[in-house]
């Protein structure tokens, strides 16, 4: 079946340093999704990215969509203790229609102060 | 609005008891989904529905069974539960695709323990 793989499982960095997560798969995809779970919490959305090299930007988070549209990568700049937590990437299923996803098995980022 | 809630936060069973978890989601979503989450293995998709009355299996649907008798909520059972279903929990809702991918709205989870 489809899979996805994450990278790095865990980073832990100093408070102003820089974080990437990366996220592939061996087929190409429809779209992917990036949520957001804060520690005890549940993912919370952040962005969807559908155009094959398509660049989005919230603040410090820089989310790319690879041009083959096989992986994808979120990169925050100067990290703060807020962006403690871990971070999914989720393509949708192949042949969409239901809107499921496919979770990648996430990066916990740590956040020294 | 609520969004999603999911009743009960917490629960332990023994072996072999039974028992309903229930989600309700207040934003008129046609697609509704279980998940569970385990340690180092992301969210695992157990059964999913498009709409009040259906249902159908997801990643890892053994050992459960769902239902949506309402739209506006989606309950997953354990008929007799089981160590391996240790997990947290969580329900999630999503407008229809139309064309579209929507993204999902998650509910605070529910934490099992099987001893």
């Known amino acids: 079946g489809q899979q996805v793989m994450q990278i790095p499982q865990y980073q832990h960095v100093q408070e102003g340093e820089d974080f990437t997560t990366y996220c592939n798969s061996s087929t190409t995809l429809s779209n992917i999704q990036w949520y957001k779970q804060r520690p005890g919490g549940h993912p919370v959305f952040l962005i969807q990215l559908v155009k094959s090299g398509e660049v989005k930007k919230q603040k410090r988070l820089t989310f790319q969509f690879g041009e083959a549209k096989k992986n994808s990568s979120l990169h925050i700049t100067a990290t703060q203790t807020t962006d403690v937590g871990t971070y999914f990437c989720?393509?949708?299923?192949?042949?969409?229609?239901?809107?499921?996803?496919?979770f990648g098995t996430g990066t916990l980022l740590a956040v020294q102060p | 609005n609520a969004g999603v809630t999911q009743t009960p936060k917490f629960r332990v069973l023994k072996t072999g008891q039974s028992m309903t978890l229930l989600c309700a989601q207040d934003m008129n979503h046609e697609y509704m989904y279980w998940y569970r989450q385990d340690p180092g293995m992301g969210l695992r998709l157990i059964h999913y529905?498009?709409?009040?009355?259906?249902?159908a299996k997801g990643e890892v649907p053994d050992g459960y069974n769902v239902s949506r008798l309402k739209k506006q909520n989606f309950l997953l059972g354990l008929e007799s539960a089981a160590p391996s279903q240790t997990s947290v929990y969580f329900c999630?809702?999503?407008?229809?695709?139309?064309?579209?991918?929507?993204?999902?709205?998650f509910g605070p989870g529910t934490r099992l323990t099987v001893l």
């Open positions: 529905s498009v709409g009040e009355g259906t249902t």
């Open positions: 989720a393509p949708t299923a192949s042949g969409g229609a239901t809107n499921k996803l496919i």
């Open positions: 999630a809702s999503s407008k229809t695709s139309g064309g579209a991918y929507n993204e999902q709205f």
